[in-house]
């Protein structure tokens, strides 16, 4: 089946530190990769989306990803956390082919940075 | 600006009674999309509509149904036999093509009286 996972319900970070919000995936062929951020009682934000080329992709808010086809990774980095980034990040695929844009989403990861 | 909209923001609904969120986009998308997410685990698929007068069952349909009479126009309908209707329900759309990325509106929680 395909699949979406997100190990860490949460991390921590202290503001100024680098993130990681991890991501891996379970698809047939080459995925579209995608990452959002979602603040309390709001929709989901596009942050951005990994399609072909180059693996480290760039978004925005400073965030970027990192596409591992060997590990089936697609992490998200910030080099150095801010409070306001607090909030709850999903990575979501899009599995290569088929007839509609569905997308798979992970079950998220609520991300507090501490000051 | 474009955008999604949806409303009302919070919904409350009665038991044996049936209730419409309603979902309007600007944005010119054909594709538009309804889920339910609930805490813990992520966002799940109930329709999607990828053309005006046609729509597809999502992974938890049951209890649900849907319209699309208008490109912008994309109602979710939770029906009673919804035996836990208690979510919050998003309404996103894209364009369809494989590579773009959905837009979500800022979505409706309902909840049981």
């Known amino acids: 089946a395909q699949s979406v996972a997100q190990p860490e319900d949460q991390v921590n970070v202290a503001e100024g530190n680098p993130l990681t919000v991890k991501c891996t995936y379970s698809v047939s062929g080459n995925p579209y990769l995608f990452w959002y951020v979602q603040y309390p009682n709001r929709g989901l934000q596009f942050l951005l989306k990994?399609?072909?080329?180059?693996?480290l992709v760039k978004g925005s808010y400073g965030f970027e990803a990192e596409f591992n086809k060997s590990q089936t990774s697609f992490h998200l980095k910030k080099p150095s956390a801010l409070v306001s980034d607090s909030a709850l990040y999903f990575c979501?695929?899009?599995?290569?082919?088929?007839?509609?844009?569905?997308?798979?989403f992970g079950t998220g990861t609520l991300l507090a940075v501490q000051p | 600006d474009g955008g999604i909209t949806q409303s009302p923001k919070y919904l409350f609904r009665k038991e044996g009674q049936n209730v419409t969120l309603s979902c309007e986009q600007n944005?010119?998308?054909?594709?538009m999309y309804w889920y339910r997410q609930d805490p813990g685990q992520g966002l799940r698929l109930i329709y999607y509509?990828?053309?005006?007068?046609?729509?597809q069952k999502g992974d938890i349909a049951e209890g649900y149904s849907v319209s699309r009479e208008k490109k912008e126009s994309f109602p979710l309908t939770v029906t009673s036999a919804q035996k836990n209707p208690t979510a919050f329900y998003l309404c996103?759309?894209?364009?369809?093509?494989?590579?773009?990325?959905?837009?979500f509106g800022d979505g409706t929680r309902l909840s049981i009286l």
């Open positions: 990994y399609i072909t080329g180059d693996n």
């Open positions: 979501a695929v899009r599995p290569y082919g088929g007839a509609t844009n569905k997308l798979i």
């Open positions: 944005l010119n998308h054909d594709a």
């Open positions: 509509s990828q053309i005006v007068n046609d729509f």
């Open positions: 996103a759309s894209s364009i369809d093509r494989e590579n773009q990325p959905q837009h």
